[in-house]
């Protein structure tokens, strides 16, 4: 199997404090991986890392050379608490930001780019809210406008963090099908994950982390009670 | 009234004013919606050290006392950034944080201003125009000067063509930091590119508004425009007429012999701006929200 993304040693610190510590993660491609592990285990500072929107202290991440390193290769997905929804703006406006990667400097979006934000809100089912501010939406809408404005990118990988937080069961649901539209078309995904319980159902390869690695690989073989154990450092009450 | 509006001195008092307030009403609305509105009180006040500075700098050397906003603007500006980066110089190497370490600043840059500022004007013998820079406390519109305006257009055009062109990069950043740096934007040139903006919009109104009061028009165009409007685009135009009207309105009271200066004058008209729209806009009004609970 290749590798799509994979960190040697990877140490990243905020003032001092690791957030990973010497972690080594491989990602394989066109997979669904998740990457679990209890709060503070610097799970959304490994997405940053790759992403390399976070400063490294040490290490390194090699990507597949099928992903390319121009702007944009990879899609990322925030957690939806990150930006402040109150601002003024609309649902298509949000998406059209995905394509300002793409964009040389003072150019803006023309009609091929509003073209592919449609399309993108189309795909997660959010067209006919396009002009609706995004501060009127709910948890789930507001979660599918951030997957339309990532897509949009036309990345190979995409790093999602957190995306089924707060979202209701309608959105998990349609956001997991349209992954695995994407994972067929021969993308990698790569969530954060926090519901222990439908691990082994949405994904492919799981890797737990806890600063440090603590297991890797396929869902069935590394998803185990010992080694969820060893990440949370006692087995959580919403695994089976 | 005929007498005042032929009266060139009081036209250029009110355009210059409108223009100051259009100005800093647009480059408010990015302080007002990266949160920043601490970080603007903290360069309006900080900027009194280096205003009294350029003067007793430029009568050291020349001998002469400057009036010229050109020369104290530019010390409010190089002030206004030294207790920014003064700032993040102490919550980066200390655990103060960064609303302590700023409220610190304000009080430490504005202190020593107004320090310096009562000790030259008792300095005998006595500086000639010292006594002028009490003005840019509370701001003064009627001591404007042609050339004033003309600096302020200049400096104005300038910053809106560079808004205009970096538009939607820095509306990206200003919703969304980290995506914006995930798509490989050079965030921290847009930081500074943003920062610089907040802080002309602010130094420009020094002289109409002062230094106390300046975060006023630097916010409330802003707050105002964000209960009436739907996109970025529409708040930052909306907060310059709000600007423009307030501050042409202000200037207008100030300079017709009332005496007052421009500042509060300005200020206390935003604030009704500011509550009006509050309670009254669509959608977002105190009015509207208590119908549509009621409802």
Not at chain 2, 101 to 120: P, V
Request: glycine share 10%.
């Amino acid at each position: 199997m290749d590798i799509a993304i994979e960190t040697h040693q990877l140490t990243v610190a905020y003032n001092a404090e690791p957030a990973v510590w010497n972690l080594n993660v491989q990602i394989p491609l066109n997979a669904m991986t998740a990457i679990v592990g209890p709060n503070g285990a610097g799970k959304s500072t490994l997405l940053k890392a790759i992403l390399g929107t976070v400063r490294k202290l040490s290490g390194s991440i090699s990507l597949h050379p099928s992903i390319g390193n121009h702007n944009a290769a990879i899609g990322y997905v925030p957690q939806r608490s990150s930006v402040d929804w109150d601002f003024p703006t609309t649902v298509f406006d949000v998406v059209l930001m995905g394509t300002y990667g793409r964009l040389r400097w003072f150019q803006r979006p023309g009609k091929k780019e509003r073209a592919e934000a449609m399309d993108a809100l189309r795909q997660v089912q959010m067209d006919d809210l396009a002009d609706r501010q995004i501060g009127e939406l709910s948890g789930g809408q507001q979660q599918r406008v951030f997957l339309a404005r990532a897509f949009v990118q036309q990345a190979s990988v995409y790093l999602m963090d957190e995306p089924f937080a707060g979202v209701d069961a309608r959105t998990e649901g349609l956001i997991i099908e349209v992954l695995r539209e994407r994972q067929r078309a021969g993308n990698t995904i790569v969530l954060v994950h926090h519901d222990l319980a439908s691990v082994s159902e949405y994904f492919d390869h799981v890797a737990l982390i806890n600063q440090k690695l603590v297991a890797c690989g396929p869902t069935p073989a590394t998803f185990t009670r010992e080694n969820v154990a060893l990440a949370y450092g006692s087995v959580p009450k919403q695994l089976p | 009234m005929l007498d005042f509006w032929s009266d060139y001195t009081i036209q250029l008092v009110v355009l210059g004013s409108a223009m100051i307030g259009a100005l800093s009403g647009a480059l408010g609305c990015f302080a007002y919606l990266r949160k920043q509105s601490l970080v603007g009180d903290v360069v309006a006040h900080s900027s009194l050290l280096g205003i009294v500075l350029a003067f007793w700098f430029t009568y050291l050397l020349t001998g002469t006392a400057s009036k010229s906003i050109g020369i104290l603007l530019t010390g409010a500006l190089v002030a206004g950034l030294a207790s920014l980066f003064l700032t993040d110089l102490i919550t980066s190497y200390t655990r103060i944080k960064p609303d302590a370490g700023l409220g610190i600043m304000l009080a430490i840059f504005f202190g020593t201003g107004i320090m310096l500022l009562r000790f030259l004007q008792r300095s005998q013998p006595a500086i000639p125009g010292i006594n002028g820079i009490d003005d840019y406390l509370f701001g003064m519109a009627a001591t404007m000067t042609s050339g004033d305006a003309w600096l302020i257009a200049i400096v104005g055009v300038a910053a809106l063509v560079t808004m205009t062109l970096l538009w939607h990069r820095l509306k990206l950043f200003t919703f969304d930091a980290d995506y914006a740096s995930g798509l490989g934007m050079p965030i921290q040139m847009l930081e500074v590119v943003l920062l610089a903006l907040i802080v002309i919009g602010i130094v420009v109104g020094l002289q109409i508004v002062g230094v106390v009061l300046m975060i006023g028009l630097l916010i409330a165009p802003a707050a105002s425009a964000r209960q009436w409007t739907r996109s970025m685009a529409a708040m930052c135009v909306t907060a310059a007429c709000i600007g423009a009207a307030s501050a042409a309105a202000g200037a207008v009271v100030s300079a017709t012999g009332s005496g007052l200066p421009t500042g509060p004058v300005i200020v206390l008209i935003l604030s009704a701006v500011f509550a009006f729209s509050l309670v009254v806009a669509p959608g977002r009004g105190l009015l509207h929200r208590r119908r549509k609970v009621v409802s």
